[in-house]
């Protein structure tokens, strides 16, 4: 079976009208939703990355799009900076404060804030197109309704709690991802995000799948696509961007079939 791997450099909205309808299994969709939605098969899966303060709103927004809301994963992730800024540059450049009042206020209030609490999480909504039958029919005439049960680094059962960073704690035995195989051979620093995306497609698609990738970027669902066996078809309009997709995937496509045999997979620029 040869698995088509597809990236085209339209725009997100362009390569979303031109899918045909009830195609794929799993969508990495952050925009157009109504797309999303029209493109995906009964039972299919729409993962979007947010951030915590349009959580929200992008649930909102998926569920006018008419999908149902399963989970919310929280990709835990320490090391993120804090995005709170103080309060000194802004009494120096206070125009509606005399230099008097600047000097209380560097005194009472310099130490204090913004109201941005450093976020160590990502939320990636699992969003769900409903199914007309039930799950289980869904999954034997669509293949998709139903996950595999994935486990961590530690061989614990997966959660909607997950990390990609080793802090050698009892953190890590509940939550840590699974490294990738050949992750290294492919790229020279391990890279989070490729690891993350490879865990999410193992556990809500099976072999032959089809992912649908609206913002391709570097490229990371990609090459955990053509790791796992599945479909692939994408779009990155930035052509800077897309070349180095494209060449990353050949890397892991030439790895992958290193192991398996000649031609598993058939890259279609």
Not at 42 to 56: D, I
Not at 221 to 226: E, G, R, S
Request: aromatic share 6%; hydrophobic share 40%; net charge neutral.
């Amino acid at each position: 079976m040869v698995e088509a791997v597809q990236l085209d450099s339209k725009t997100c909205k362009e390569f979303l009208e031109d899918l045909p309808e009830k195609h794929a299994h799993l969508v990495f969709g952050n925009t157009d939703f109504i797309e999303v939605f029209r493109t995906l098969k009964e039972g299919g899966l729409c993962l979007t990355f947010s951030t915590t303060r349009k959580l929200y709103k992008t649930c909102r927004d998926l569920e006018e799009a008419g999908f149902v809301i399963r989970d919310v994963i929280a990709w835990v992730n320490p090391g993120v900076p804090s995005s709170s800024f103080g309060m000194t540059h802004l009494i120096t450049r206070s125009q509606g404060l005399s230099e008097l009042e600047k000097d209380r206020a560097m005194q009472d209030i310099a130490k204090l804030r913004t109201m941005r609490l450093r976020s160590c999480y990502v939320p990636i909504v699992l969003a769900q197109r409903p199914t007309s039958k039930t799950l289980v029919m869904s999954q034997i005439e669509n293949g998709c309704g139903l996950m595999n049960p994935t486990r961590v680094a530690s061989g614990a059962l997966s959660s909607n709690c997950v990390t990609t960073d080793f802090t050698d704690t009892l953190y890590d035995q509940a939550f840590l991802v699974k490294s990738v195989p050949n992750s290294r051979l492919m790229d020279a620093q391990p890279d989070p995000m490729y690891r993350i995306m490879h865990h999410l497609i193992e556990t809500f698609t099976q072999p032959g799948g089809v992912i649908v990738d609206p913002q391709a970027g570097d490229g990371a669902v990609m090459c955990a696509a053509i790791n796992l066996g599945r479909g692939y078809a994408g779009t990155e309009d930035n052509l800077e961007r897309r070349a180095a997709a494209l060449e990353r995937a050949a890397r892991c496509a030439s790895i992958k079939n290193a192991e398996s045999k000649p031609d598993s997979f058939r890259m279609a620029l």
